[in-house]
């Protein structure tokens, strides 16, 4: 179904029964930014903290982000940050297939009325189901590929850089060759 607004595909988000997450949901987690934003954030799905508030990536994982994108100048103003499911799994176990395969017709219909030009896909699932279903984000993480027009790239889920902070120095490296693409592709990413 094609909605003509954020708006409208929140409130149908909102009233989402597609699958067995929406029965211990707190809030649905929909998504947050610039509705035109040019650069894409996709991570999983929501943790505990986000199925409090109804925001994504304001836990110990957001803050950490929120690092991220502070070091390389990207304000969250500027960006758009959504989840591949938009309830939280139960004990935040990583969302199965069918429940993703429920949600991704909402996710898609993000994308379409957002429009970015570039799509990062925090950790292995949002990779997996967006870029390929072989990806690994050890190997994989920081390459670049094109999809239907769109950038998209894979890298560390920060939930995951908090378990194995080994991991952090690559995780920075990406966001530079985010910066630096955005710079290239002269992609606003501040007001």
């Known amino acids: 179904m094609k909605f003509e607004n954020l708006e409208e595909l929140r409130q149908a988000c909102m009233e989402c029964r597609l699958c067995g997450l929406s029965n211990s949901r707190t809030h649905v987690v929909f998504g947050k930014g610039n509705p035109h934003a040019q650069i894409m954030f996709i991570g999983e799905g929501p943790g505990e903290q986000e199925d409090v508030t109804g925001e994504p990536f304001v836990g110990r ?20 940050i959504a989840n591949m499911v938009k309830c939280r799994p139960p004990q935040n176990r990583d969302p199965s297939p069918e429940e993703q395969d429920m949600c991704l017709q909402h996710l898609r219909e993000q994308v379409r009325l957002i429009k970015p030009k570039m799509i990062i896909c925090l950790g292995r699932i949002a990779a997996q189901k967006l870029i390929d279903p072989g990806f690994k984000v050890t190997k994989q993480h920081g390459e670049w590929m094109e999809r239907n027009g769109v950038l998209m790239m894979g890298t560390f889920h920060p939930a995951s850089l908090l378990r194995n902070p080994a991991q952090k120095p690559a995780a920075l490296e990406d966001f530079v060759k985010i910066r630096d693409k955005a710079a290239e592709l002269n992609i606003r990413t501040k007001k």
Request: aromatic letters at 20%.
């Open 61 to 80: 994982a957001g803050r950490l982000l929120d690092k991220y994108f502070y070091a390389m100048d990207i304000s969250r103003d500027e960006i758009y």
